[in-house]
């Protein structure tokens, strides 16, 4: 079992930035893949980036050039950096890990974190 901790979330101007962290304990060997998921009141959980243990990645139409998914192996943690942030970016923000296929091209996670809240004030 994957355990997952994540900090960094908080009230934020629009416009400003944020950084998550998520720490990965447990079953390491069992994941190559972690990610960010995001969910506003009254919407269903979304993907917002994932990455695999090797780097590639994979965005959210709604992110792309504004959010930086990045790993850090040695430390079994995944960061993201928000910038530019919009109000609609409010949400509960969930860390997850799991498995990827070798094409990056279907994940599958199964590991959860609690959930940090972002807020972007306008």
């Known amino acids: 079992q994957v355990h997952l901790v994540e900090s960094g979330g908080g009230l934020v101007q629009a416009g400003g930035s944020l950084r998550l962290s998520c720490a990965a304990s447990?079953?390491?060997?069992?994941?190559?893949?972690m990610g960010w998921y995001r969910q506003a009141p009254g919407k269903q959980r979304g993907l917002v980036a994932a990455i695999t243990s090797g780097g590639s990645t994979n965005y959210a139409d709604s992110v792309k050039g504004r959010f930086t998914i990045s790993n850090d192996n040695a430390k079994n943690t995944v960061y993201l950096q928000m910038n530019r942030l919009k109000p609609e970016d409010t949400a509960v923000y969930y860390c997850a890990a799991g498995h990827v296929n070798s094409y990056a091209t279907i994940w599958n996670f199964g590991s959860w974190g609690q959930g940090t809240q972002v807020t972007v004030s306008s």
């Open positions: 447990g079953s390491i060997f069992s994941i190559n893949a």
